[in-house]
């Protein structure tokens, strides 16, 4: 099933200016392009600076909140917990124009947090994306033995002590995988991104469209093709680790 993608490698290496196999010249031109260009460049730290700043917003956000249900599970917990979901089933155009207008509206009060700037769209993003942090740590949340927890309370712990020191380091994987997953949304999100967005913060994949849009970039295969090697390793370093893991916890001790 993924095989097409690997389509876009050898169009990656093409030296015309438009989408094309090569037929016997290769050339790095497009790869040149990504490291060159600014507007590529900023649009790929622009990228990563909201990626971080959402994932870690929406986590710690999704992480508070998913504490708060289960630490005193208050009666409309059902109700508390389908309004922070929502955003995922809600169609992408309502989001993306609710936070347009949203956004118009910041940007009569300030310039930071508003409409086409980073905070303005790390926030839109950071909607979209905590509904999947909620998930992923109230499953972890769920994992976690209550007896613990009380038996902190019993010895006289605070609040703080029972949170920070007792149940976030049983669930430190589940916030991890929040955070990485939300990271991975705001990275790759465009819907919600092309209606808050204009001229000052373009986004990678904004960009990417705009290519495809507009004059079909070869450089956008370029773009896909380390895109999918970053994967690569990515799952490819996962696995080697957690295979070394396991490796390391059956060798008999001594």
């Known amino acids: 099933m993924l095989m097409p993608l690997l389509a876009v490698v050898p169009v990656s290496f093409t030296p015309k200016r438009f989408l094309s196999v090569p037929t016997g010249e290769l050339s790095l031109r497009h790869y040149r392009t990504l490291i060159e260009d600014r507007e590529w460049i900023e649009g790929i730290w622009l990228s990563l600076r909201i990626g ?5 917003f929406s986590t710690a956000l999704a992480t508070f909140f998913s504490l708060g249900i289960w630490m005193f ?3 409309f917990a059902g109700v508390l917990m389908g309004l922070a979901l929502l955003p995922m089933v809600a169609p992408p155009v309502v ?3 609710t936070l347009y207008f949203f956004l118009i509206t910041l940007s009569n009060f300030n310039g930071i947090v508003a ?7 790390a926030l839109a993003h950071s909607v979209m994306i905590v ?11 769920a994992q976690v033995d209550r007896r613990m927890d009380l038996a902190a309370r019993a010895m006289g712990a605070g609040l703080g002590t029972r949170i920070f020191k007792v149940i976030l380091p049983n669930i430190k994987f589940g916030v991890i995988a929040a955070f990485l997953l939300t990271f991975v949304l705001s990275w790759e999100e465009i819907a919600v991104t092309i209606f808050i967005t ?10 990417m469209w705009q290519g495809l849009r507009d004059n079909i970039d070869p450089a956008i295969a370029a773009i896909s093709v380390v895109l999918i090697l970053i994967v ?3 799952v490819v370093g996962k696995t080697v680790v957690q295979k070394l893991m396991k490796k390391r916890r059956a060798a008999p001790h001594g």
């Open 52 to 56: 971080v700043l959402s994932a870690a």
């Open 73 to 75: 599970r208050p009666r």
């Open 95 to 97: 989001s993306a124009l």
């Open 115 to 121: 409409y086409d700037t980073m905070f303005g769209v």
């Open 131 to 141: 509904p999947f942090a909620v998930v992923l740590v109230s499953v972890s949340l």
């Open 198 to 207: 204009s001229v000052d913060a373009v986004t990678l994949p904004r960009l």
């Open 232 to 234: 690569i390793v990515v």
